[in-house]
């Protein structure tokens, strides 16, 4: 009986999923994720027949080029940055175990979660950890890796999910050592802002745990850095629409900090594994002017774990872990 036909024999397999990118800095390859992303009910709650006609008449028509341009900014040779971080990481997290398949696919864009799950099924392998690269919760973006699990293999029990790894100790050791890394190389700014990517206020309102495991991610880090309270500031980015996101929010606390005489700062962001257009462009780039408009002279980004071995072995931990525990 070969391997295919023994799910004791079968290997398991470990994926690891991230949010997705485009696969090319167009405004047509930008479009085509972006109405991918935003049709997902779990990022926009709006009934359809009233989002699909704003989205696909004002938001895709005019967004699509702007963002491509900003994509354009922050391209690699390989690629996306994320699509290219995610899949080295994807190699680290394989060479730490040897013992599982170890795969990565993206929510939106290729290589599709839902075509990845399904080949993997199709394949024979045992049982399947999901791993979303989301340290923090939130309904936003975990929930969703979560349902297309639910749709490929439903309640036959051989895919499990990890909810989050916010506190997991040796992720939040690999954050601070990137930190202090960072500043044995650069120097050390006056503060040390965490900007972690935001969701409306009315989902944590409602029970989301995402503000909560954020702020614990943060205490955490800071913890294991030895620094006084004062010395970090908790911030949130990326923030759409009209209504009232997560607060503070990072490029008017970089005002602020700007106006009232700051110079330096440095900027991490411990809730994307990868670094991706938010972080390369958004924070390192766009927020770095808007805080020299208003004053300051240095924001000094310190780069996503990315690939980092330290970071590949804290997720092998983590999947091997929970393996373990369905034993």
Known sequence: MSESQNPQAARDAVVLVNLGTPDAPTAKAVRRYLAEFLHDHRVVALTRWLWCPILHFIILPFRSPRVAKLYAGVWMADGSPLAVH???LADAVRRQMPEAQVVHAMRYGKPSLRQTLESLDADGVGRVMVLPLYPQYSTTTTASVGDVVDRVFGSSGRARMRADYHLDPAWIEAVAASIRAHWAQHGRGERLLFSFHGIPQR???AGDPYAAQCRASCDAIVRALELPEDAAMLTFQSRFGREPWLQPYTDKTLEALGAAG??????VCPGFAVDCLETLEEIALQNAEIFRAHGGRHLRYI????ENPAHAAALAALARRDLADWA
């Open 262 to 267: 700051v110079r330096d700062v440095d900027v």
């Open 303 to 306: 780069p996503c774990l990315n």
């Open 86 to 88: 995610t899949a080295r």
């Open 203 to 205: 989902l944590s309102h």
